[in-house]
Structure formats: structure tokens, C-alpha cells
């Protein structure tokens, strides 16, 4: 059977340390899934991020329990873990070309915030990633780029979402309401996981 003619699976790639994740991540993977930019969402929890090798992190298997309860029944998401076996700090490019390789008949687009697509000519052979794989731009408050260097980018029409995983994070350890902020099902993992915590800022 020939499937030269076959759609490739388009999966979008949303790369971060989700520490943890909250509603805003998953507000933005609803709307890219519902508006049909991709078919499906990888959650890509990144152990080290090269621009904060001296942040203090939850360990990565707690934020990859984290991501899976916050998606769970949700079956267009899903939370992979390929980079806790590769070479740190994780480096983008890297991650792509191993998935690349490893799911060739799927088609990968990256998804990244505006803030990052300003900063974008910095990550590692940024010229090569942005050749090879469409972007997808959500908007972040207070910046704003052209992005017109870029052969295949969509900049989506995403509401801004103010949540942030340090103000999380700063609430749950001073005891203050993070209802708003992370999904129900994740509320009481999220206190249990950063409560005391003092060294994961």
C-alpha cells in the first residue's frame, strides 16, 4: 500500500520545566488543539533549561506527575519524557532531531511564547530549527516581534493567561489560594509538592 499521499500526524511540541504546570499551560494546548493547529500535544518537560541552569527545580519526575494528572482524560495530550534521558542542559534542537527520528511520518511544530520568539536568534542552531520546523507564537503581556525571518510561523490570536508558575509557587509556600491558578484535579499534588519547600524558587 502506497502512503506517499498520507497526512502526516501534526503534533505540536510545548517544551518547559512546568514547575509545575497551571491553567495557563493548559488554556494555551486547549486553544491550539480546538482551533486545529495541531492534532495533537506533546508537554515536553525539560529537566535543565541552558537559560536556567541555576534555577532550583522540582525533581522531573514530580513535574512529569504533575503534567499527567493536569491532562489526564484529555486524550489529544500527552506529557513525554524523552529528554530526562539526554545529555543536560536540554537543548531544543537536540530534543527535535531525536523525535524527528524516532516518529519520521509525524510532522512537529514547536510552540513557543512571543517573550521566546524575541530571543529565539539566541537558542542553539536556531537558524537550522527554524528551517525545519513550523513555530507556533502564543502572545506573552509586553512583548511583541515581528517574526517575519521565519518561513512557517503562526502567531495565534491565544488569550493571555496571567499565571505563573513562581507566583504558584510563592503562594502555596506562604499558604495563600492557588484555586484559580492550577487545575482542581492538581491543587492538592501541587501543595504537597512545594509546601516547605524553600529551595525550589
Not at 507564537?137 to 499565571?163: N, Q, T, W
Amino acid at each position: 500500500m502506497n502512503n506517499d499521499n498520507q497526512i502526516p500526524l501534526r503534533i505540536g511540541l510545548f517544551f518547559g520545566s512546568f514547575n509545575p504546570v497551571h491553567n495557563g499551560h493548559i488554556g494555551i494546548a486547549r486553544y491550539l488543539l480546538d482551533n486545529g493547529y495541531c492534532d495533537k500535544l506533546w508537554f515536553v518537560i525539560s529537566p535543565c533549561n541552558p537559560f536556567k541552569v541555576n534555577q532550583a527545580l522540582l525533581p522531573e519526575q514530580d513535574r512529569l506527575e504533575m503534567v499527567k494528572t493536569a491532562i489526564a482524560g484529555d486524550e489529544r495530550m500527552s506529557a513525554c519524557d524523552i529528554e530526562f534521558s539526554m545529555p543536560k542542559p536540554s537543548y531544543t534542537v537536540d530534543t527535535l532531531r531525536l523525535l524527528s527520528s524516532r516518529y519520521p511520518d509525524c510532522l512537529f511544530k514547536l510552540i513557543i511564547g512571543e517573550d521566546n520568539l524575541c530571543n529565539f536568534h539566541l537558542w542553539k542552531d536556531d537558524q537550522w530549527i527554524r528551517t525545519h520546523y513550523p513555530l507556533l507564537v502564543y502572545p506573552r503581556k509586553g512583548f511583541e516581534c515581528s517574526g517575519e525571518e521565519y518561513p512557517d510561523i503562526s502567531f495565534v490570536d491565544a488569550p493571555l493567561f496571567p499565571y505563573s508558575s513562581t507566583e504558584i509557587r510563592d503562594r502555596v509556600r506562604s499558604g495563600g489560594d492557588i484555586s484559580d491558578w492550577v487545575p482542581s484535579c492538581l491543587r492538592s499534588l501541587v501543595k504537597k509538592k512545594y509546601e516547605g519547600s524553600k529551595k525550589n524558587k
